[in-house]
Antibody, heavy 122, light 106 residues
Framework: EVQLVESGGGVVRPGGSLRLSCAAS????????MRWVRQAPGKGLEWVSG????????GYADSVKGRFTISRDNAKNSLYLQMNSLRVEDTAFYYC???????????????WGQGTLVTVSS | SYELTQPPSVSVSPGQTATITCSGD??????TSWYQQKPGQSPILVIY???KRPSGIPERFSGFNSGNTATLTISGTQALDEADYYC?????????FGGGTKLTVL
């Protein structure tokens, strides 16, 4: 069974840092691009960041560029999101998602993890 | 930055056809995906590459993309289709989501 499990969320003060992890199983991790998507409580989906199969290409939403860093460890079947200089507006559920098709970059996101909640508050 | 616009809400009677639109500049030149999200659940992919259905998605879900508008159509809408629906496309290497449409089946 294909599965994505996020961890690392929690409560942090403005200006603080968190590192999210996403453990993947049930598929050949190296073959797929991976994404982070967030959703503030009661709001819509926002694409945060993406990374290609080998980590050689990354992208960030303007709202997080320069503060967040996406990475992956294919040997550990894991995806990461290092979040620095956190702001109140970064409060959201953070989902990791796999690219739907292997060797693709525009085939949609499937599956998604269950999400991990990040709360930035003083 | 690239923007995708969806109607905030759509209502449909059970058994009827629901149509949800997603508008963006020359959207027809980009692949569009659609996601369904029910309360308290993670989103699931229902349409990719404009009109393809992932395995396990019922045939009543279909998609079309041309010009500036992509459309998600749900034929014979059922009560269990009530959910939020989001379109998604790419602006170069950056992902973009529409604001979401709440589909009410009443």
């Amino acid at each position: 069974e294909v599965q994505l499990v996020e961890s690392g969320g929690g409560v942090v003060r403005p200006g603080g840092s968190l590192r999210l992890s996403c453990a993947a199983s049930g598929f050949i991790f190296d073959d797929f691009a991976m994404r982070w998507v967030r959703q503030a409580p009661g709001k819509g989906l926002e694409w945060v960041s993406g990374i290609n199969w080998n980590g050689g290409s990354t992208g960030y939403a303007d709202s997080v560029k320069g503060r967040f860093t996406i990475s992956r460890d294919n040997a550990k079947n894991s995806l990461y999101l290092q979040m620095n200089s956190l702001r109140v507006e970064d409060t959201a559920f953070y989902y990791c998602a796999r690219e739907n098709l292997e060797y693709s970059s525009s085939s949609g996101f499937d599956p998604w993890g269950q999400g991990t909640l990040v709360t930035v508050s003083s | 930055s690239y923007e995708l616009t969806q109607p905030p809400s759509v209502s449909v009677s059970p058994g009827q056809t629901a149509t949800i639109t997603c508008s963006g500049d020359k959207l027809g030149n980009r692949y569009t995906s659609w996601y369904q999200q029910k309360p308290g659940q993670s989103p699931i992919l229902v349409i990719y590459h404009d009109a393809k259905r992932p395995s396990g998605i019922p045939e009543r879900f279909s998609g079309f993309n041309s010009g500036n508008t992509a459309t998600l159509t749900i034929s014979g809408t059922q009560a269990l289709d009530e959910a939020d629906y989001y379109c998604q496309a790419w602006d170069s290497s950056l992902g973009v989501f529409g604001g979401g449409t709440k589909l009410t089946v009443l």
